[in-house]
């Protein structure tokens, strides 16, 4: 992760809390389609607590009303598309009027945050205890080692029945699912987080002489392609193979000292049977 520095903007306002998101993750890293940034507040506005969540949900703004936080830090994007209306009758204008009746702002950093240095696939690679990383696609025209998704290597190499038990400990998960000859040895892997069941991934994942891939919702005839390539899949969900980021937001701004208190989301938790 890059190094915080602190600068000439007041501290405590929605503009420094912007900064320090885009020293680590710039907003020009994103992809285009994405929509990353400010997306409501005033860049003036005084912030004492941040409640940091993947998804800006009904269930994550009420919790922010209830605790008195002032700002959002959000993964995915409270609005990806255009928009023509506001009301509140419909899901996304009612999130609106709700942040903005109660003085939440909203930042949002996702794409950005997917390739940035000790972003997502990084949190995830380095939980995975994967060393000596790369992208798995690079970004291009980039002077740093960055871009979406990564590789590296496993300390000492398993099978992949024994990765999948080696995954499903470290990132706590109830269940796991894997595809591939349970006994084959792996040792190179790639890491995406969120959807990187994608076929330039698959294809990068493979030519980077991966033995094994881990992202998050495997489709079908996605499996059937990476298997024809000779690579193992993991599937460990959207959600997990991005969760950790948020403890990685909280740590950044934790460790600033600042009267700014990031906190985990607690309305956002997923059940299996």
Same mark, same amino acid.
Not at 90 to 102: N, Q, T, Y
């Given at each position: 992760?890059?190094?915080?520095?602190?600068?000439?903007?007041?501290?405590?306002?929605?503009?420094?809390?912007?900064?320090?998101?885009?020293?680590?993750?710039?907003?020009?890293?994103?992809?285009?389609?994405?929509?990353?940034?400010?997306?409501?507040?005033?860049?003036?506005?005084?912030?004492?607590?941040?409640?940091?969540?993947?998804?800006?949900?009904?269930?994550?703004?009420?919790?922010?009303?209830?605790?008195?936080?002032?700002?959002?830090?959000?993964?995915?994007?409270?609005?990806?598309?255009?928009?023509?209306?506001?009301?509140?009758?419909?899901?996304?204008?009612?999130?609106?009027?709700?942040?903005?009746?109660?003085?939440?702002?909203?930042?949002?950093?996702?794409?950005?945050?997917?390739?940035?240095?000790?972003?997502?696939?990084?949190?995830?690679?380095?939980?995975?205890?994967?060393?000596?990383?790369?992208?798995?696609?690079?970004?291009?025209?980039?002077?740093?080692?960055?871009?979406?998704?990564?590789?590296?290597?496993?300390?000492?190499?398993?099978?992949?029945?024994?990765?999948?038990?080696?995954?499903?400990?470290?990132?706590?998960?109830?269940?796991?699912?894997?595809?591939?000859?349970?006994?084959?040895?792996?040792?190179?892997?790639?890491?995406?987080? /969120? =959807?990187?069941?994608?076929?330039?991934?698959?294809? @990068?994942?493979?030519?980077?002489? #991966?033995?094994?891939? *881990? $992202? /998050? =919702?495997?489709?079908?005839?996605?499996?059937?392609? @990476?298997?024809?390539?000779?690579? #193992?899949?993991?599937? *460990? $969900?959207?959600?997990?193979?991005?969760?950790?980021?948020?403890? @990685?937001?909280?740590?950044?701004?934790?460790?600033?000292?600042?009267?700014?208190?990031?906190?985990?989301?607690?309305?956002?938790?997923?059940?299996?049977?």
């Amino acid at each position: 992760m890059n190094t915080v520095k602190m600068n000439a903007v007041k501290t405590n306002t929605v503009s420094w809390v912007i900064e320090q998101m885009e020293e680590w993750a710039p907003i020009s890293m994103a992809e285009e389609w994405d929509n990353v940034g400010l997306i409501i507040g005033n860049p003036e506005a005084t912030v004492n607590k941040i409640l940091v969540a993947l998804d800006v949900t009904d269930e994550v703004i009420l919790e922010a009303i209830a605790g008195g936080f002032d700002f959002i830090i959000g993964h995915h994007p409270l609005i990806y598309n255009p928009i023509k209306r506001v009301t509140a009758n419909d899901p996304g204008g009612r999130k609106i009027f709700s942040l903005i009746r109660h003085g939440i702002g909203c930042y949002c950093a996702h794409t950005n945050l997917d390739k940035a240095l000790g972003g997502v696939s990084d949190c995830l690679a380095n939980r995975l205890e994967i060393k000596n990383l790369k992208p798995l696609v690079e970004e291009n025209g980039s002077d740093e080692p960055i871009g979406i998704g990564r590789v590296g290597v496993l300390p000492t190499e398993m099978t992949l029945a024994q990765l999948a038990v080696h995954a499903k400990k470290l990132l706590n998960l109830p269940e796991i699912r894997y595809a591939g000859n349970p006994a084959a040895i792996v040792k190179t892997i790639g890491v995406c987080g /969120g =959807d990187g069941s994608g076929e330039r991934y698959l294809t @990068a994942a493979a030519s980077k002489g #991966c033995d094994a891939y *881990i $992202t /998050g =919702d495997l489709r079908y005839h996605a499996v059937q392609e @990476a298997l024809e390539m000779d690579l #193992c899949l993991l599937d *460990i $969900t959207h959600y997990s193979s991005e969760a950790l980021i948020i403890e @990685a937001i909280v740590e950044r701004f934790s460790a600033l000292g600042m009267d700014i208190r990031a906190t985990e989301s607690k309305g956002q938790v997923l059940y299996t049977m």
